[in-house]
Structures are given as structure tokens and as C-alpha cells.
């Protein structure tokens, strides 16, 4: 999946990457993969899912469906996370901040999708956390992550900040 993103980013004709970065683009830096930011937990489905506007990167804001929350521990910490669906493609996902934020991964937000393991159980796998296109291009508009969705414990998985060696 790493390489198919880089892939896509370097040759892509939809890459979020500015022309005159492509050919000198090597891949993104991610954190190694650590099954311990693999984790399980429940999702709690509201009862009154709501379209909500969210804030965007421009100052601007974004209709998305506000849609439960996933509660889960990570190291023994219980935390839970506000998750959308979205109103184009019905996926879940989570924009989250966290300690990392502004150092090795990118200030404004990573985001994770989140999957149905069974009936009662749905898998967050950090490992899989992932920029926004507004990382890479600030021409691009992205949703923020909501106030409630910032951890104040580091996640160190994931992809990193687009453009930093920080890995070597």
C-alpha cells in the first residue's frame, strides 16, 4: 500500500503533489509499523447522526456526518474518538491530532479509517494514519480535526511529515 501511495503521488495525474515537486519526489516517511497502534475497540453509533459542518484548512467548513465514536485503550489509557462518515462514499474515518503534531507528522491532523472486525468490534490501525492532500499542497482544502479528537499521548505510527528525513 506504501508504494502504490508513492506511486500515485510521484506519477499520478490526481496527485496532490505540485508538478515541479514530482521528479525529485523519493516516497513518503512513515513511522515502523507497531502492532501496538493496531487496536480494537467498539463503536458507539449515535442515535441521531447529524449532518455537521466541519472546519476546513481555509477557514471555510465542510459537510460531513457525524456519525459515533470509537472507544478503545491504548497501553491500559481508555480514549475515544469522534467518527465520520462521508457523505460522498459512506467510509468511516477519524481526523485526530495528537502529541506528534507539529514534530514528526503533519501539524494540522492525520486521519485513519476505521473498519468492522465483527458485529460488535472495529479495528483503528494507526499504522494506516494517513496526511491529508493539504499537506502536501496547501492549495488543497481539508477537513480539520475536531477539538475532541486531540490525544494527548503520541502516536508513533503512521505516516510522517511529507518532505522531513525524519526516519533516518
Request: proline letters at 5%; a negative charge; glycine letters at 8%.
Amino acid at each position: 500500500v506504501r508504494s502504490a501511495k508513492d506511486s500515485l503521488l510521484r506519477y499520478g495525474t490526481d496527485s496532490p503533489l505540485p508538478a515541479t515537486q514530482r521528479a525529485d519526489f523519493a516516497g513518503l516517511y512513515y513511522f515502523p509499523v507497531d502492532l501496538r497502534f493496531r487496536l480494537a475497540g467498539e463503536l458507539h453509533i449515535y442515535g441521531r447522526r447529524q449532518q455537521i459542518q466541519v472546519s476546513a484548512t481555509d477557514g471555510t467548513s465542510m459537510a460531513m456526518e457525524r456519525f459515533g465514536r470509537f472507544v478503545a485503550q491504548l497501553e491500559g489509557k481508555p480514549f475515544w474518538l469522534e467518527v465520520h462518515r462521508s457523505l460522498e462514499n459512506n467510509e468511516l474515518s477519524i481526523m485526530f491530532k495528537d502529541a506528534t503534531n507539529g514534530q514528526s507528522t503533519y501539524s494540522g491532523g492525520r486521519y485513519a479509517a476505521l473498519s468492522r472486525l465483527d458485529n460488535l468490534t472495529y479495528i483503528l490501525d494507526f499504522n494506516t494514519a494517513y496526511n491529508p492532500y493539504c499537506a502536501y499542497d496547501p492549495a488543497y482544502v481539508c477537513p480539520l480535526p475536531p477539538a475532541q479528537n486531540y490525544l494527548t499521548f503520541e502516536i508513533l505510527a503512521g505516516e510522517q511529515t511529507y518532505g522531513a528525513n525524519l526516519a533516518h
